[in-house]
């Protein structure tokens, strides 16, 4: 009843652009705030960006000015912009929402502390 689907990752070139996606199931009417984290082979899972339901952001340090975060609200989804990616953005990048009301199939509220994506590949290679 509470998924989230990301999409957009794929190869791309040292410098280049790519956009993912992230989209709440429609089950899902309100949701706190959202983030991409990603995980590279061997190293642990790291918050890249975040967005309240107010548009407030975070970002990693290793990201300031390269890669952005929006999201629509009346869609729930979340948006991630990254630029100029280097080999260092190697990595699968999940989705992640905290504070998710839904409403299940016989048309009653709940409500989910977390929820996380599968995860979409980026990988930045010449």
């Known amino acids: 009843q509470v998924q989230l689907l990301e999409s957009g990752g794929g190869l791309v070139q040292p410098g280049g652009s790519l956009r993912l996606s992230c989209a709440a199931s429609?089950?899902?009417?309100?949701?706190?705030?959202m983030g991409w984290y990603r995980q590279a082979p061997g190293k642990e899972r790291e918050l890249v960006a975040a967005?309240?339901?107010?548009?407030?952001?975070d970002y990693a340090d290793s990201v300031k000015g390269r890669f952005a975060i929006s999201r629509d609200n009346a869609k729930n989804t979340a948006y991630l912009q990254m630029n100029s990616l280097q080999h260092e953005d190697t990595a699968v990048y999940l989705c992640?929402?905290?504070?998710?009301?839904?409403?299940?199939?016989?048309?009653?509220?709940?409500?989910?502390?977390?929820?996380w994506g599968q995860g979409t590949q980026v990988t930045v290679s010449s």
């Open positions: 992640n929402a905290k504070g998710l009301w839904y409403r299940d199939r016989a048309g009653r509220t709940g409500y989910e502390y977390e929820s």
């Open positions: 967005i309240t339901s107010t548009l407030d952001t």
């Open positions: 429609k089950t899902i009417f309100a949701i706190g705030s």
